[in-house]
């Protein structure tokens, strides 16, 4: 199992900043893949960023140029620094992870709690 949990989400401005950071704890020794996600109300749940399982970043269109996620290995952390918010950045921000276990042979994909970030104009 993997646990993941979410923090650093609020109430900013457009234009501001603000960072987040999921901590994973468990098997995190299996994690292939591990990045944010964001729902908005009514929306479909899509990628924001995320280290894919070949080891490169991937952003969603929406949002490059102006968010830069990194990882701290040694803390088991994946921030999500973001930049010149817009209003419709307002969304649940998930931490998402996959992992493939060699027993089952398959992935298993895991999801934090969430984080409300909301962007007012």
Do not use: H
């Not at 894919?52 to 290995?73: A, L, P």
């Not at 398959?106 to 999801?111: A, D, F, P």
């Amino acid at each position: 199992q993997v646990q993941l949990v979410e923090s650093g989400g609020g109430l900013v401005q457009a234009g501001g900043s603000l960072r987040l950071s999921c901590a994973a704890s468990g098997i995190i020794f299996t994690i292939n893949a591990m990045g944010w996600y964001r729902q908005a109300p009514g929306k479909q749940r899509e990628l924001v960023a995320t280290f894919t399982m070949e080891g490169r970043t991937n952003y969603g269109d929406s949002v490059k140029g102006r968010f830069t996620i990194s990882r701290d290995n040694a803390k088991n952390t994946v921030d999500l620094q973001m930049s010149s918010l817009k209003p419709e950045d307002t969304a649940v921000y998930y931490c998402n992870a996959v992992r493939y276990s060699n027993a089952d042979r398959r992935y298993y994909t895991y999801w934090g709690q969430g984080t409300q970030v909301t962007v007012s104009s």
